[in-house]
């Protein structure tokens, strides 16, 4: 099902045109509420809540997955580098947490906090809190001595003020029908993207006033032992990804030189269960997965210990040096008017 719906938004699959008559005024509706709220925010009526602290909004137009968290982790990393202390908020898409706020930490599995915000978390080790309201979040957080915020998604979270926001295309696909939902794949329209600090292109063709990002990928781990390899080292592989867009990581395999025996696609989030993916890992010698993936997959390992072959492919967020630096000079500028690290 899930792939029908992006045929239609993206490919423009007859299907969509069959059910415009239902899709259309549902669209319309979403795009009157989406600009009414957005309406409400700058006009200072929606009670919206002001951190003390620097709050950078890292998000889309778009439904789906664009490349989000890699940058997250990326400016995380770029902040720390820097002696701040930064903090990442969620909403935690998949995970059902017994209470709101929740504090990410070393125990915490993607059945609480989703396979985001765990990821974000291993990767960088930042504290990260994740709540459906995200101003909640946030001050979970303050008491933990975090001085900037990052928020994964939530640009259209109009309760949080912020400071900067960043807006992730995905190149290839951009904007699909430019409908909004569910006719088509916005949340908010095109033009949303001359409000915003960075627009940020994920691969493809990067268009006048965006920013170029590419995902890097690094060495395949495994899922078990750690252990690092070349991706072309490993034959007779099956990969599979539920991510947003699937299709890029069997792209990056096969620009790495790995061409599996089978691609299976799963629906961004999905939450996986062991039979269904030891079937696959049977087709092949080695099972690859991406490293969103890989943070669920990892509570297999302990139920059962004849996993072996199960890898995962690490990418990271690049960016030119003065697309960095740009990046970083307006965060440095926005956090000096709320003083410095050590102040």
């Given at each position: 099902?899930?792939?029908?719906?992006?045929?239609?938004?993206?490919?423009?699959?007859?299907?969509?045109?069959?059910?415009?008559?239902?899709?259309?005024?549902?669209?319309?509706?979403?795009?009157?509420?989406?600009?009414?709220?957005?309406?409400?925010?700058?006009?200072?009526?929606?009670?919206?809540?002001?951190?003390?602290?620097?709050?950078?909004?890292?998000?889309?137009?778009?439904?789906?997955?664009?490349?989000?968290?890699?940058?997250?982790?990326?400016?995380?990393?770029?902040?720390?580098?820097?002696?701040?202390?930064?903090?990442?908020?969620?909403?935690?898409?998949?995970?059902?947490?017994?209470?709101?706020?929740?504090?990410?930490?070393?125990?915490?599995?993607?059945?609480?906090?989703?396979?985001?915000?765990?990821?974000?978390?291993?990767?960088?080790?930042?504290?990260?809190?994740?709540?459906?309201?995200?101003?909640?979040?946030?001050?979970?957080?303050?008491?933990?001595?975090?001085?900037?915020?990052?928020?994964?998604?939530?640009?259209?979270?109009?309760?949080?003020?912020?400071?900067?926001?960043?807006?992730?295309?995905?190149?290839?696909?951009?904007?699909?029908?430019?409908?909004?939902?569910?006719?088509?794949?916005?949340?908010?329209?095109?033009?949303?993207?001359?409000?915003?600090?960075?627009?940020?292109?994920?691969?493809?063709?990067?268009?006048?006033?965006?920013?170029?990002?590419?995902?890097?990928?690094?060495?395949?781990?495994?899922?078990?032992?750690?252990?690092?390899?070349?991706?072309?080292?490993?034959?007779?592989?099956?990969?599979?990804?539920?991510i947003g867009n699937p299709q890029r990581f069997f792209n990056t395999l096969k620009e790495l030189g790995v061409v599996p025996l089978h691609c299976e696609p799963f629906a961004d989030h999905k939450a996986f269960e062991y039979e269904q993916l030891n079937a696959l890992a049977k087709r092949g010698e080695y099972l690859l997965m991406t490293e969103k993936d890989a943070v669920k997959c990892r509570a297999f390992i302990a139920q059962h210990p004849e996993i072996e072959n199960w890898w995962y492919l690490p990418v990271d967020a690049t960016f030119s040096e003065k697309d960095a630096a740009n990046i970083m000079n307006k965060i440095?500028?926005?956090?000096?008017?709320?003083?410095?690290?050590?102040?």
């Amino acid at each position: 099902m899930a792939g029908l719906v992006e045929k239609i938004w993206f490919e423009n699959h007859p299907l969509g045109w069959i059910g415009a008559p239902l899709l259309w005024p549902l669209s319309k509706l979403f795009g009157l509420i989406a600009r009414k709220r957005r309406a409400e925010f700058l006009a200072g009526t929606n009670g919206a809540y002001k951190a003390p602290v620097p709050v950078i909004v890292v998000g889309n137009i778009t439904v789906g997955g664009n490349g989000k968290t890699p940058v997250v982790v990326w400016l995380v990393e770029q902040l720390k580098a820097k002696g701040f202390n930064p903090g990442v908020v969620s909403r935690g898409y998949g995970g059902k947490a017994e209470n709101y706020p929740f504090v990410v930490d070393e125990t915490t599995g993607t059945d609480k906090a989703g396979d985001e915000p765990v990821l974000i978390y291993q990767r960088t080790g930042a504290p990260v809190a994740i709540s459906p309201v995200r101003s909640d979040a946030v001050k979970a957080l303050l008491p933990l001595g975090v001085d900037i915020i990052i928020t994964d998604d939530g640009l259209q979270h109009y309760k949080l003020a912020r400071d900067i926001e960043f807006v992730i295309v995905d190149g290839e696909r951009r904007f699909g029908n430019e409908h909004y939902m569910p006719f088509g794949p916005l949340r908010e329209q095109t033009d949303r993207l001359s409000s915003v600090d960075f627009v940020v292109c994920n691969g493809g063709e990067t268009k006048q006033g965006e920013v170029a990002m590419t995902l890097k990928p690094s060495e395949l781990v495994n899922l078990k032992t750690g252990e690092r390899v070349a991706a072309k080292s490993l034959a007779s592989t099956v990969a599979f990804a539920g991510i947003g867009n699937p299709q890029r990581f069997f792209n990056t395999l096969k620009e790495l030189g790995v061409v599996p025996l089978h691609c299976e696609p799963f629906a961004d989030h999905k939450a996986f269960e062991y039979e269904q993916l030891n079937a696959l890992a049977k087709r092949g010698e080695y099972l690859l997965m991406t490293e969103k993936d890989a943070v669920k997959c990892r509570a297999f390992i302990a139920q059962h210990p004849e996993i072996e072959n199960w890898w995962y492919l690490p990418v990271d967020a690049t960016f030119s040096e003065k697309d960095a630096a740009n990046i970083m000079n307006k965060i440095m500028k926005v956090k000096d008017g709320y003083g410095s690290p050590t102040a």
